[in-house]
């Protein structure tokens, strides 16, 4: 190599760096100052419901302090609820229609893992028997879709919240029947009991009388 | 009053009957607060402001979430870091591993004795303030191979081994580049070399001659790597030395290297605009004496014209206040969360200004009568907090410089590190010295 041309590439590469560092740097700027934030702030300005959170909720617990203001770049990347945006097949948490059910157990027999826990009584005017208990414990659930899978009513399936963080681990247990509810159906089962019972002794009685 | 450490034994002058020890000991004790304060809070706000940064190059918005704009989050991350459990490995030496990370710090934190804040603001003017830098910054290598060495990891000695091979040889051009500002100046006091520059951008050593002008960005560029930043990061490079020295390093000891590390960011930026940018003298205003600014402001605000229209300027910023107190009343009616309240997030700055205003506008009602105090204040304001001011404003902004650098340019090889600071650097510095002699012979 000839000295003039080391000269020209000694010369060359300081030219070359400062050029391409300054290039970059002022890529960096652009996009640190012109360019729009693509931060969704999501717990704050949720976009679940399609609007902020604390225009939902204006109570002290649920506000966060959303110290910078809301500069329409949400509003801008905002495709609509967030939920109608998850796949068809979205495993969230697990929903349960107590309608439905008929108590066969089949979720809780199918579950890997001891996840359901179902009880089921027998009263007037519905298939099968109706549940008066079920517990889903979402500590443990790995959201399988076995219990779906099986489901022949279609009463246990998957709703597309995922928002299941909680504070204490006991709430992750879930009961989908309320107290209320489970003691109203216990005693409708006593009265279907009695009337299965007094149907029973008529026949019986019937029975004996045509004897 | 030259500097806070003069300035200390005037003001404890009544211990003096205790003898010249207990004296010296409370003022040093005193220094070493402030400094250590100051150190703390610049290093814990640059870990927040580097954040930031990472989330505005990134088009994010940074931690938010803490406090106003997410400011008090580097408290939340220290009281993390000291919370955690401090793991030392059993086959690590431990004295040294448990040193090492505050010989770091003592580094950094030596180098705010010479920084100054203002034309009495520092706090001990050295006269060989410059070299005193230098010598401190050298602290870092020793922490650094401490720690790589006591760490009894292979990683850990790599890195330590690379910052020592980088710290050194930077430390070269670093030095040439101070030499240069050394030459023109004269002096190697801080305060001396700032009084150097006075009057006017021009005077200014970036922009006094084209050699400083280049020896501003030898002395930039090896401060970074003197100081292991981003692209000069080698002793900590992920991709290939995980953590580098640091990696066995947990809890608040982890915390205090990058304490460190930030700290030095200040220290860097403040050396160099000390050096370079004029310190805390103000663009475009040659004045000498701020002080007597100030005295002139005192008189220039009592004539009757100025007075009408900062009246009317305070009347309507006592309106904008009283709308953003309705607003907040209107949310306390509502019994809203204060913070998240419509008040903060719409009329925040309104109030802001709103009260700054009308609290002129009590100022011009009491200006008259209370003139003579009134005018005290302002030539304080002039004489202190202006260059303060500016000399910090000054710093931030350079230090945005480098975390902006860090944020844009990727890793040197550590080839091509080398050849940075030998092949490039170091020529540079040396024609820039050697050019500079020149023009401050022949040409100023």
Redesign the interface.
Known sequence: MKVSEGIKE?FG??YESVTT?SM??W???K???F?????L?YPSHDILEGKTK?ASL?S?KN???????LLGASQQNYKGPLNAQLPERYRGLLGYDELKCISCLLCAQNCPIDVIRVRGVKIEGRKGKAPTTFRIDYSKCMFCGLCVEVCPTDAVFFTRQFEGATFEYRTLIREFISPALHLERLQLAEVAKKKAIEKKKKKHESEEKEH | MENLVNDLFGQFAFLQKLGYVPTAAIVMLTCALIVLNFFGLMSGLFTFFERKVAGWTNARRGPNRVGPYGLVQFMADGVKLILKEDIIPAAADRSIFKFAPYLLLLGTALSFVVIPFGPTWIIGDLNVGVLYLLATGSFTVVGLIMAGWASNNKYALLGGMRSAAQIVSYEIPNALAILVVVLTAGTMSMQGIIRAQAGGIHHWFLFSSPFSFLAFFVYFVSAIAEINRVPFDIPEAESELVAGYNIEYSAMRFGVFFAAEFGNIYVISAVAVTCFLGGWQIPFLDVTDLGQLGRGFGGFLGRPLVLMVLLLAALAASFLAWKALRAFFWDLRRKWAFFGSRFVRVHSELLVLGLLFAGGALIMALHLPLRAYLSTIYWAFFQYLLPFLVFFGKAMLLSFVVLWWRWTLPRLRVDQLMGVCWKYLIPMGFACLVGQGFWVCFLS
């Open positions: 000694y590469n300081i560092i970059g740097m890529i960096t700027f996009t640190a100052f360019e729009r934030k693509v931060t702030q604390e204006p002290k506000l966060k302090p959303p110290f910078e203001p």
